[in-house]
């Protein structure tokens, strides 16, 4: 069973600091990783994803990507208020097939304080 | 109208009721997903289809039947549901496969009664 695994929160940080949000997988084959963001009562939004080994920074987040941990990161820095969401871990496994299938993790609850 | 739009955004059934989930994708994108959330669980992958051919059947009961007339547009077709099918259902498309990401449309919360 392929999963993806995220500690569930919540996770709590005041505001302006860094949010560290982790993720690990279990199949070594993937090959694309996404975070999703999710507002209570809304649907998830793409907000990074990556492919490569290493850092990918996009404005105030930046995912982190160690495929031999086979683990991926999202770094929140200078945190808001409207940042408190829940946060998904979503990885693609290997395509060897003619689809893909994607699999989230079940989210990391993250509140900011102000 | 732009991006992923889903309807209706409610809906409440009993357990004998027909009724169907529409789903249209303004991107030009060539694949959809339908997509269970339930509280405290992971999104669950339902059905995959990529240019209008259903290539994924995620293990779903026949009581939830998909049908995708054209590219754009993916219905999801439901009768005598039980209690524990309610939960949000979300359709997303992508380009063609998913490695850039899903854009997902607001989705339908579903309770049945």
């Known amino acids: 069973q392929k999963e993806v695994e995220q500690n569930s929160g919540p996770l709590s940080v005041p505001e302006g600091a860094i949010a560290s949000l982790n993720c690990t997988y279990s199949d070594r084959g993937s090959q694309s990783f996404f975070w999703y963001r999710q507002y209570s009562g809304k649907s998830p939004e793409l907000i990074m994803f990556i492919y490569s080994n290493g850092d990918k920074e996009d404005g105030r987040f930046t995912a982190q990507l160690n495929k031999a941990s086979q683990y991926v990161s999202l770094l929140i820095r200078d945190s808001q208020p409207s940042d408190s969401a829940t946060y998904l871990c979503a990885v693609l496994n290997d395509m060897k097939t003619s689809y893909d299938k994607v699999i989230f993790g079940p989210g990391t609850s993250l509140s900011v304080i102000p | 109208e732009t991006g992923v739009t889903q309807t209706p955004r409610h809906l409440v059934m009993g357990m004998t009721n027909k009724k169907s989930l529409k789903c249209e994708q303004h991107?030009?994108?060539?694949?959809m997903y339908w997509y269970k959330q339930s509280a405290k669980k992971p999104l669950e992958l339902m059905f995959v289809?990529?240019?209008?051919?259903?290539?994924e059947n995620n293990s779903v009961p026949s009581r939830f039947s998909p049908e995708c007339p054209n590219s754009s547009h993916l219905f999801l077709h439901l009768h005598t549901l039980q209690p524990e099918d309610s939960a949000l259902y979300l359709c997303?498309?992508?380009?063609?496969?998913?490695?850039?990401?899903?854009?997902f449309g607001s989705g339908t919360r579903l309770t049945v009664v």
């Open positions: 997303a498309s992508s380009p063609w496969t998913g490695i850039d990401g899903y854009t």
């Open positions: 991107l030009g994108h060539n694949a």
């Open positions: 289809y990529n240019f209008k051919e259903q290539t």
